[in-house]
Every structure is written in C-alpha cells, then in structure tokens.
C-alpha cells in the first residue's frame, strides 16, 4: 500500500496530498488579491507549476481541473491566460463555475489533480 504524503500542512488543510502517484493540490487562490482576472490567473496558475513542480509533477500530467469564478463574465479573460499557460496536446478536462470565494478580493480559485511523472 502507498503512504499518504501531504505537502505544506497547517492547522487547517495541507496545499498538496500524494496517494499512489496521483497528487492532489488544494484549491489555489490569488496572493495578490489587488489584480485583475488576468493577474489573479497568472498568480494561481504559476503556484499550480510550483505545486506541482514540488511534488514530481507538471501541467502536462493534469487529470483534472476545476476552476471556481466570483463572475462568470470573466471566463473570456481568464481562458487567455489559461490557452497560453496550458501545454500544446495537454489540455485537461476542466469545469469552471460562478461561486463566491472566501475573500471578496479573490477572483478565481483552481484545484487540480495531477498524475506524478
């Protein structure tokens, strides 16, 4: 049986776990909450490479993505940032939703699942 590895833990939730070569990120969310959708996108999607990165992983070996919106008016922004992030042939399956976050600042949350390399 695999062990269970969890990444950056803290008190409340861990930002990654690890079970039989699949990696599981928490939800990502803006550090910079002052950006536009175009930068909220950015800064998630850069901390989903390092997330990955950490755990043996990169955005080609996405199983899974679900991306939250606070406006779905959005969603044409944000998919420029993302066809331009996302790896030639490695377009995961994805569902994108309107839902409030839990910081009014916040724009945009991503939670990916990833095969390990």
Same mark, same amino acid.
């Given at each position: ?5 969890? +990444?950056?833990?803290? $008190? ?5 776990? +690890? @079970?039989?070569?699949? &990696? ?7 550090? %910079?909450?002052? !950006?536009?959708?175009?930068?909220? !996108?950015?800064? &998630?999607?850069?901390? #989903?490479?390092?997330?990955?990165? !950490?755990?043996?992983?990169? =955005?080609?070996? #996405?199983?899974?993505?679900? +991306? @939250?919106? !606070?406006? #779905? ?5 944000? %998919? ?5 992030? &996302?790896? $030639?042939? %490695? ?5 994108? &939703? ?8 916040? =724009? +945009?949350? #991503? ?7």
């Amino acid at each position: 049986m695999s062990e269970l590895q969890r +990444i950056g833990m803290g $008190p409340r939730l861990s930002e990654a776990a +690890i @079970f039989n070569g699949v &990696v599981y990120l928490a939800g990502m969310v803006p550090e %910079n909450g002052a !950006t536009d959708i175009r930068g909220q !996108t950015a800064d &998630v999607l850069a901390q #989903i490479d390092h997330h990955l990165a !950490t755990c043996g992983s990169d =955005k080609t070996r #996405i199983l899974r993505t679900q +991306i @939250f919106l !606070t406006d #779905i008016a959005d969603i044409a922004a944000m %998919n420029e940032v993302w066809d331009a992030w &996302v790896a $030639p042939g %490695n377009a995961p399956p994805r569902a994108t &939703v309107q839902a409030p976050l839990a910081d009014p600042a916040w =724009k +945009i949350e #991503i939670v990916v699942t990833a095969a390990q390399a």
